[in-house]
C-alpha cells in the first residue's frame, strides 16, 4: 500500500527566507501524481503544485517550486521569498494511476511565517 | 482555475435532527466527487467517492445510511448526516475531481448539540 510521510509536524521562518517542507512516499507504481496542498487559517484546501512521475523537470508555480527525485521517493516543496501569507499547514499527498483517483495524505506541516 | 463551491459554510443543529451539505463543481463538470471529514490538527480523512448517476462507494467504517451521499448531476454532490449526534460535529470538506487534481470547496463546519 502506498504512503505519505511528512516528518516536520511544524517550522517556522523569518519572512522573505527561504524553506523548505519535506515528504516521502512508497509506491510500487512506475506512474503517478503528487502534489502539495495548502490549508491557511480559513481551512479552503488550495493546490499549491502538482508534479507527473514520468516528468523528469521538477514542477515550479512562482515562488513555490519542489525537488521530486523519484529513485529516493522524495518530494519536497521549497517556498522561496516568504510571505506572511505562506502561514498554512502544508499537505503532501499521492496518486497512483489505479486509485479511482483517491489521495494519499501525509500527516502535514504546520509552516509559520514570522514577520 | 477549477472552483468548488460548497454550502453551508457552517451548521448548529439540535442532536437528532438531519443536515444537508452541497458540494458544486462552478465551472467544470465532475463525473466524481470525494467525502472528506477532517479533525482538529489532522490530514483529511476520506469518507466515500460519489460518482454521478451511481452509488457512492464508502470507506471502511464509514456508516452509509448515516451518511447519505447523492451525486444527481455533474456539478452537485450532497452528503445528509441523518440523525446527528454531537460525535457527528467536525469539519467536512468534499473536493471535485478534473482529469488529475481534485480541487476542494471551502468545508462545512458542522456543531450537533
Known amino acids: 500500500a502506498q504512503t505519505v510521510t511528512q516528518s516536520q509536524p511544524e517550522m517556522s521562518v523569518q519572512e522573505a527566507e527561504t524553506v523548505t517542507l519535506s515528504c516521502t512516499y512508497d509506491t510500487s507504481e512506475s506512474n503517478y501524481y503528487l502534489f502539495w496542498y495548502k490549508q491557511p487559517p480559513s481551512r479552503q484546501m488550495i493546490l499549491v503544485i502538482r508534479?507527473?512521475?514520468?516528468k523528469q523537470q521538477n514542477a515550479t508555480e512562482n515562488r513555490f517550486s519542489v525537488n521530486f527525485q523519484k529513485a529516493a521517493k522524495s518530494f519536497s516543496l521549497k517556498i522561496s521569498d516568504s510571505q506572511l501569507g505562506d502561514t498554512a499547514m502544508y499537505f503532501c499527498?499521492?496518486?497512483?494511476?489505479?486509485?479511482?483517483?483517491?489521495?494519499?495524505w501525509g500527516a502535514g506541516t504546520k509552516l509559520i511565517i514570522k514577520p | 482555475g477549477a472552483v468548488v463551491s460548497q454550502h453551508p459554510s457552517w451548521v448548529i443543529c439540535k442532536s437528532g435532527t438531519s443536515v444537508k451539505i452541497e458540494c458544486r463543481s462552478l465551472?467544470?463538470?465532475?463525473?466524481?466527487m470525494f467525502w472528506y471529514r477532517q479533525f482538529p490538527k489532522q490530514s483529511l480523512m476520506l469518507m466515500a467517492t460519489s460518482n454521478e448517476g451511481s452509488k457512492a462507494t464508502y470507506e471502511q467504517g464509514v456508516e452509509k445510511d448515516k451518511f447519505l451521499i447523492n451525486h444527481a448531476s455533474l456539478t452537485l454532490s450532497t452528503l445528509t448526516v441523518t440523525s446527528a449526534h454531537p460525535e457527528d460535529s467536525s469539519f467536512y470538506i468534499c473536493?471535485?475531481?478534473?482529469?488529475?487534481?481534485?480541487?476542494f470547496g471551502p468545508g462545512t463546519r458542522l456543531l450537533v448539540l
Open positions: 473536493s471535485a475531481k478534473t482529469r488529475e487534481t481534485q480541487y
Open positions: 465551472d467544470f463538470q465532475a463525473t466524481t
Open positions: 508534479q507527473e512521475a514520468y
Open positions: 499527498a499521492f496518486r497512483g494511476m489505479d486509485s479511482n483517483y483517491q489521495l494519499i
